[in-house]
């Protein structure tokens, strides 16, 4: 059974960075990727990737800006998020497959983790 644990999330000013993290400490995954979903708005991928090979995959509203990165040693996904901006704001969710996800920001993913919410202020 998944256990995918989300933290690392909060508020702060635009222009700030903050890190996310998502555990899973019983279970390996071929794909792992962060959404967000705001208000009103629909669940959004914003990075993936694939953990065997590593590739990373990122929506165009977060390049050079977000990055996602592994541990494999301790089965943490993270997602380095810098110069934020107040439309950034969203609940913040990890998702995982046990197969490779094709788009890799799609909404196919198996697991989901309770999400984390993000606060950008401007």
């Known amino acids: 059974q998944a256990q995918l644990l989300e933290s690392g999330g909060g508020s702060v000013q635009a222009g700030g960075s903050l890190r996310l993290s998502c555990v899973d400490s019983?279970?390996?995954?071929?794909?792992m990727a962060w959404f967000r979903q705001a208000p009103g708005k629909e669940r959004e991928g914003v990075a993936a990737t694939w953990t065997g090979g590593g590739s990373r995959y990122y929506a165009d509203s977060v390049k050079g800006r977000f990055i996602i990165s592994q541990d494999k040693a301790k089965k943490t996904v993270y997602l380095q998020m810098n110069d934020l901006k107040p439309e950034d704001t969203a609940m913040y969710y990890c998702?995982?497959?046990?197969?490779?996800?094709?788009?890799?920001?799609?909404?196919?993913?198996?697991?989901w983790g309770q999400g984390t919410q993000v606060t950008v202020s401007s």
């Open positions: 998702a995982a497959d046990r197969r490779l996800v094709s788009p890799p920001l799609s909404r196919e993913y198996e697991y």
């Open positions: 019983i279970n390996s995954y071929s794909s």
